[in-house]
């Protein structure tokens, strides 16, 4: 009964620190998958750059050949905004024994409070905050609350319970960004190393973010 990672983002475009930090806490707290769930259309973002099926596309690409990656796409199918919370009632649905772990950022963790209902989520599953570079855990406000009732520093916990906790992960620092990744290609450099290959060409062969430039766009 290993637990199920769930990694949601625009990924627009994932990259490897996206990659990376999935891999990381895939082995280091024995997932038995991470589901990578890329965002419909975002409550907290006004823009999104490549459109939701390019986003899916590239994330499905930047998985293939990893085993325990599986990409998971209800959030783009699914019409209207997407909350996380109602993409864990459904998952809890499906998996009612199972662990769930909402595999989060610190930047991501630090802006939960302005979530959907974001008290509920831990009533659904765990969540794992991965250390980002320049980011500190709260230790006051509610996230600092949280921390205080829903810390463990233990991975046995999120095995055996399937909800409830919050653990935190130092995972290899990659400085990398959607925004800097698109800021680079607009500027016409290469993404090469910075994204799959197979991300890459995608990027390359439909201009999806250097197409902004040509219109105009910031
Ligand atoms: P943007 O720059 O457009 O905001 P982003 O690079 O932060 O994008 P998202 O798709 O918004 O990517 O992030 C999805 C998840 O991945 C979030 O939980 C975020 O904290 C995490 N994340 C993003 N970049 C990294 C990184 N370099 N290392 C570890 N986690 C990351």
Known sequence: MQPIGLFGGTFDPIHCGHLRTAFELLQELSLTEVRFLPTGSPPHRAQLYASAELRLQMVEAAVTGQPGFVVDDREVRRSGLSYSVDTLAELRQEYPQRSLCLLLGMDAFLGLPNWHRWRELLALAHIVVAHRPGWRAPTTGPL???????????????????????????????????????????????????????????????????????RGAP
């Open 144 to 214: 600092g609350e949280v921390m205080v009732d829903h810390g463990t520093g233990s991975i046995r916990v999120l095995h055996e319970e399937r909800a409830g906790r919050v653990y935190v992960r130092a995972v290899t620092q990659l400085e990398i960004s959607s925004t800097e990744l698109r800021n680079l290609i607009i500027a016409g450099r290469d993404p090469r190393y910075l994204v799959p290959d197979a991300v890459r060409q995608i990027i390359l062969e439909t201009r999806c973010y250097a197409a902004r430039q040509e």
